[in-house]
């Protein structure tokens, strides 16, 4: 089964590590440093350009993807649960 993560994208199920809210979880100095290397490698995937809400790990082609959408972390996990 899929997740639709916002706009045209959606995540396999069984690949998802963790859903997490954006405001809360970048208070962590060790969140912000995971996102900015993510970034620099390249695995950082824009689901919108809306304001972003929350952030996606995946594990996915033997490499984590993060995805950033802007659906709540709470309207994701209710998704994901209702699968």
Same mark, same amino acid.
């Given at each position: 089964?899929?997740?639709?993560? #916002?706009?045209?994208?959606?995540?396999?199920? =069984? /690949?998802?590590? #963790?859903?997490?809210?954006?405001?809360? +979880?970048?208070?962590?100095?060790?969140?912000?440093?995971?996102?900015?290397?993510?970034?620099?490698?390249?695995?950082?995937?824009?689901? +919108?350009? =809306?304001?972003?809400?929350?952030? &996606?790990?995946?594990? =996915?082609?033997?490499? &984590?993807? &993060?995805?950033?959408?802007?659906? /709540? /972390?709470?309207?994701?996990?209710?998704?994901? /649960? +209702?699968?």
């Amino acid at each position: 089964m899929y997740l639709h993560i #916002g706009a045209d994208v959606v995540v396999l199920k =069984e /690949s998802i590590i #963790g859903i997490f809210d954006l405001d809360t +979880s970048t208070v962590s100095k060790n969140t912000r440093g995971y996102l900015a290397l993510a970034e620099r490698e390249g695995r950082v995937v824009t689901v +919108s350009y =809306e304001l972003p809400r929350s952030f &996606v790990a995946a594990f =996915e082609d033997g490499k &984590v993807t &993060v995805y950033i959408s802007q659906l /709540s /972390s709470q309207t994701l996990l209710k998704r994901y /649960s +209702s699968i």
